[in-house]
Every structure is written in structure tokens, then in C-alpha cells.
């Protein structure tokens, strides 16, 4: 767990005035450089500016280590950021007040479009590290893991950097392979790809895809990446909910600041690293990042407790009619059902009771952050992805143990009740398919999805029945 390291805030600026009229951020006016470029991030979005670029910040040598980065579709915020000259806002709402803070560890900024520039940064020897946050979807991957090669947009990206490697691509793995090729034909040197999306060994998981589409591609391409790159995996942790209409009026308030671009965040953030940086690095560790051997046990610990109970949440607690995560947790119930989960999970983590307490502890603070306004409508999105790897694991190993995990069990019970249309509304790229099959009775349903999860074989059906009568708020 990360203290996060001391920050100048902005100077309050008190003022009643309307927030289009509030003072837009200028290098010039606030005296920041700007760095050189030596990381390039693709996907630009709020996770990433409330995160890695926030390290990057803090770090004592930020100065050699500008970030130029990309968005993942589209233009926004790419546009707002370069009419204020790379700055944002950073909002870290401290439960008694706000906290702003100015971040400027952005060096340049593009549109996913903008193909000539992130071939121009890969094919240079200054650029030594990219960093990314697509999610788990935009690596592509089929069932096994490695590439889709069945993939509509990867076969076009394939057959188009085969014809012409310059050609501009579209999916996530298709830039790395097309930025590879250029650093090749340049000569520019090693690179580090350092993936920071909320996925178990992210690391791995790029070096497969990307290998694979290199391969595809061009072989030689494949045997090169061999000896002159490198894959980190990190683990990350930091709550970053969307800024509102009401915080950027809030910001113009305390600070006379106008940012359409604002980043709002919890204070706690987390940072864990494992694997070689092939050609240097910030001095991360110095602005609170933790290197280790393995980030196994720190990814299980969150991927299980936070994010596992966000997803119990989600599902469950939006049932009984709370929108975020500080009024979930607020609700006597909905912790007990948060502790059970957390109860079952514990029993299979590898690291120390007294780091497993604390975090916990923590969470419950985190959680309670009233500033903080995480929606469980967002948190429950995309469950096919999530539930897999959040819930079923810890829920199959405590059966194992000859344990019943009712903790687990209610989770599962819950997504069945969300899949049939109660609590938060379904956003899921499997949606078809899961509600198909949902569509009959509850003790059908319940035994769809768990067949579904690959838990058949352990005999579920009663207890998750029952859980999911508990919960429904249809008689």
C-alpha cells in the first residue's frame, strides 16, 4: 500500500465566478518545462492521468521523462489537453476536502489517429518505454490468450502492415507491431512495454499478443523483439470515477481554474512492478511504486478484494437500490456481504495477515470516501469479463478446502439477478448470449450460468437458489 508523497496544491483562488469564465492552464503562466519525450502511453484516459502519469510527476528525475500520449479512439481529451499546453487538473478528494494539483508530466499529446506521430516516436532512440491502458478487450485475444487471428480488424491489420508497414492500423496490438517495425528499419534500439491495465500478469499477456502479431506478420519481426524488447507487469490500484459538471464547477470555485480536461481521484494509490527495464527508467520507486520479484500475490490481494467486491456490489447492493459504492458501503447489509466475500478470498491469499488486515482496513476507508462517486452502474459493466477471474477462483478453491464460500456464492447469485434485468442495467459484449441464457426460470437460470462459469461440477445449484431468493427484489 502506497502513501501517496507530499504535493504542492494549488493556491484556493475564492471566486463566484461562472465556470467558462475561470482561468485556463498555460505553461507560460505556471512555469512548468516541458520534458523530452522518452515514454509513449496509448490510451489517454482518466485512469492513466490520475496514475502512471502522476508518478511520473512525482518522480525526482520528471524532468528527463516526458510523456507523450494517445488517446485510444477518438480525439478527446487529446484537443482540451493541447489548448492548455499538455496540463490537467488532478483532484485528489481527500474525505475532508479537496486537494488540486496541476500535473505536467504530459510532454505532447495526440488523437488516435495521429499514425505519423506514433511511428515517429517508436522509430526514436530517446523513446525507451511504452506504457499502455487499453483494457483487457483491446489486446484482442481468443480463448487460449494469444492473438485473434480470427479477428476482423486484426486479419485487415495484419494484411495491411504486410503490404506497407507505414500504413495507418486500427487495433492496439496492430500500433505496437506497426511502432516495432519502424524502431527495426530505424535501428533506434531496445524497448520496454510496460501495460497498466487491471488484468493478472499484463505483461505476459502483451508479450503473447504482440509476439503473436509480430509473427504474423513478419517473423524476423518476432526474433528481433527477442533481444531488443522487454514486458514489465504491474499491478495498479487507484479509484478514478468521471468527473462531473459539478467538480470542474467546483474547481473553478476553490481555484479560479477552468479544466475541461480534470481528473478526479481517491488519494490511495498503489503501484507494484516486476520484470527488466531494458534501456532505464524513472526513479518511480522515489514517488511511492513498489518493485518485486512477483506481483502474483499483490495482483490476487486486489484483483480479489477490491475489485471482487466492487462486483459483489455492483450487482448486489444496486438490487436493494444504491447507485454508488460510499452508499453500498454506508448500508449495514451490504458490508456484512462485502466482509463474508473478504472472509472467503482471504483463506487463499499467500501474503501476510497483517498486510491482508490493513489492506482491508483500508478498502473499508476508501470505499466510505464520500467525495469519491463511483457508480456501480459503471462497476458492473462488461460482468463476463469479470466475474471469471474476480470471483470464481477464490469461490472453487474454497470448495476445495471443503469450505462453503457463501461470501462468493451471493456474488455469482447477484450476477445472475443482474443478467435477468434487476439492480444495475447490462452493459456486457456478451449480452446477447448471457441473457439467452437467463430467459427461462430462476433455478434454469442459476443453473445456465453456473454451467456457463464452468462450475457444474461442484454442485452449486441450491445454495446460489437460495442466495438469489434472498436478494431478488421481485417476488
Wanted: contains cysteine.
Amino acid at each position: 500500500m502506497t502513501t501517496p508523497p507530499p504535493s504542492t496544491p494549488i493556491s484556493p483562488t475564492p471566486t463566484s465566478t461562472p465556470r467558462a469564465a475561470g482561468r485556463r492552464l498555460r505553461r507560460a503562466t505556471d512555469g512548468r518545462p516541458v520534458a523530452p519525450v522518452r515514454i509513449v502511453h496509448l490510451g489517454l484516459g482518466n485512469f492513466f492521468r490520475a496514475h502512471q502519469s502522476y508518478y511520473t510527476e512525482h518522480a525526482p528525475d520528471a524532468g528527463d521523462w516526458g510523456i507523450a500520449a494517445f488517446t485510444g479512439m477518438g480525439v478527446w481529451p487529446a484537443d482540451v489537453l493541447a489548448e492548455q499546453d499538455n496540463l490537467y487538473v488532478l483532484m485528489v478528494n481527500e474525505p475532508e476536502q479537496p486537494r488540486p494539483e496541476v500535473i505536467s508530466s504530459l510532454s505532447a499529446v495526440h488523437p488516435s489517429d495521429d499514425h505519423d506521430s506514433w511511428l515517429r516516436y517508436l522509430a526514436s532512440p530517446e523513446v525507451v518505454i511504452v506504457t499502455s491502458t487499453v483494457t483487457e478487450a483491446g489486446y484482442r485475444r481468443n480463448a487460449s490468450g494469444g492473438l485473434d487471428l480470427n479477428d476482423a480488424e486484426v486479419a485487415a491489420d495484419i494484411a495491411a502492415l504486410q503490404s506497407d508497414p507505414l500504413v495507418s492500423v486500427s487495433t492496439a496490438p496492430g500500433r505496437f507491431v506497426a511502432g516495432l517495425l519502424a524502431r527495426r528499419a530505424a535501428g533506434a534500439g531496445p524497448l520496454t512495454f510496460l501495460p497498466c491495465d487491471n488484468v493478472p500478469d499484463n505483461g505476459e499477456m502483451a508479450h503473447r499478443v504482440i509476439t503473436d502479431f509480430a509473427r504474423a506478420v513478419d517473423p524476423t519481426l518476432a526474433e528481433w523483439m527477442a533481444e531488443h524488447t522487454t514486458f514489465v507487469t504491474t499491478m495498479v490500484d487507484r479509484i478514478t470515477p468521471r468527473a462531473t459538471d459539478a467538480d470542474r464547477a467546483d474547481l473553478v470555485a476553490r481555484t479560479g481554474i477552468d479544466d475541461p480536461s480534470l481528473v478526479v481521484t481517491e488519494p490511495y494509490l498503489e503501484w507494484v512492478l516486476a520484470g527488466r527495464f531494458i534501456a532505464g527508467r524513472p526513479a518511480w520507486e522515489q514517488a511511492g511504486a513498489t518493485f518485486v520479484d512477483d506481483t502474483t500475490p499483490f495482483e490476487t490481494r486486489k484483483l480479489w478484494l477490491l475489485n471482487g467486491s466492487h462486483s459483489l456490489m455492483a450487482y448486489a447492493a444496486s438490487i436493494r437500490g444504491h447507485e454508488t459504492v460510499a452508499e453500498a458501503i454506508a448500508d449495514p447489509v451490504v458490508r456484512d456481504w462485502v466482509l463474508q466475500w473478504w472472509d472467503d478470498a482471504q483463506s487463499q491469499l499467500s501474503l501476510p495477515e497483517e498486510h491482508i488486515t490493513a489492506y482491508r482496513a483500508a478498502l473499508l476507508d476508501r470505499y466510505a470516501n464520500p467525495r469519491i462517486r463511483h457508480l456501480l452502474a459503471q462497476i458492473a459493466a462488461d460482468g463476463s469479463q469479470k466475474v471469471p477471474i474476480r470471483i470464481v477462483p477464490a469461490l472453487r478453491a474454497e470448495v476445495a478446502a471443503g469450505r462453503t464460500p457463501t461470501g462468493a456464492l451471493r456474488a455469482v447469485a447477484a450476477w445472475v439477478l443482474h443478467l435477468r434485468g434487476e439492480g444495475a442495467p447490462v452493459t456486457d459484449g456478451a449480452v446477447a448470449d448471457l441473457q439467452q441464457q437467463v430467459a427461462d426460470d430462476l433455478p434454469s437460470a442459476v443453473a445456465a450460468v453456473l454451467a456457463w462459469l464452468g462450475l457444474t461440477d461442484l454442485h452449486l445449484d441450491e445454495p446460489v437458489l437460495a442466495l438469489a431468493h434472498e436478494l431478488s427484489a421481485t417476488p
